[in-house]
């Protein structure tokens, strides 16, 4: 990884590098990123490094369901619904009913509107609904919405996950305020209580990664789902 003391031009120069080899931007993902920044959403979207990333990792464990939470104009929901087969599904979940038409249209743009559903309201109550509905389990779900609500997230994922399934949390470091327990920001606060419910859980095995790059400095959570954790031997 870049040392962080690097100035961040050259995580610019490495991301644009990185986008050109191995995940080439097209008409699509540019055209989501332009209604995006029509509408004037904040500009928090997966960078394209890291929208291939979920793209790779979808694809090799084979997932053929996928939930995204926080859908914002579909950037990251393009990604995921291009590494499902077929008859695959993507289900994503947005608050805003305007932010959530932005993504509809750039998912049909991107040919993806047969394999893709966009929810409106609030990413819990429709966790909620979902477990009521006793819907299939997902083989992947990516949380990008508020950071407050992780803990409330991934306990809604883990009740809709099946073992193997793959929980991925972006922005989890914060820019390294994670560590950071007086901050009183109840962003930090979620992530803080959403790790530590990660690690006790016995059903989650997971890795962070601190990340650079075009978003700056920040990670991901992945967390596989297993059907119980070994416990740590001492020595």
Not at 68 to 77: N, P, R, V
Not at 101 to 111: D, K, M, Q, T
Not at 127 to 140: C, E, N, W
Request: glycine fraction near 8%; proline fraction near 6%.
């Amino acid at each position: 990884m870049q040392d962080p003391k690097e100035p961040e031009p050259l995580w610019l120069e490495v991301d644009r590098a990185l986008e050109d080899w191995l995940g080439p931007d097209d008409a699509a993902l540019r055209s989501a990123t332009a209604s995006a920044n029509r509408a004037g959403m904040p500009a928090i979207a997966v960078a394209p490094a890291q929208g291939r990333m979920l793209q790779v990792l979808a694809r090799a464990i084979g997932a053929r369901r996928i939930l995204e939470i926080g859908t914002l104009a579909g950037y990251s929901a393009i990604w995921l619904a291009r590494a499902l087969p077929a008859d695959g599904r993507l289900v994503t979940l947005e608050i805003d009913p305007e932010r959530a038409l932005v993504a509809r249209e750039n998912l049909a743009r991107a040919g993806l509107s047969e394999r893709s559903e966009v929810v409106v309201g609030p990413a819990a109550d429709s966790l909620d609904a979902l477990i009521r509905a006793k819907i299939a389990p997902f083989d992947m779900i990516f949380i990008d919405a508020d950071k407050r609500n992780c803990p409330v997230y991934i306990r809604h994922a883990l009740a809709i996950a099946r073992t193997g399934s793959l929980i991925v949390v972006d922005n989890a470091i914060s820019r390294g305020r994670l560590i950071d327990s007086s901050t009183g920001d109840p962003h930090v606060d979620g992530l803080r209580a959403m790790m530590d419910f990660v690690s006790h859980h016995p059903r989650l095995e997971a890795a962070a990664v601190q990340t650079v790059g075009a978003k700056g400095y920040d990670g991901f959570l992945i967390a596989t789902v297993v059907d119980e954790r070994l416990p740590t031997i001492a020595g």
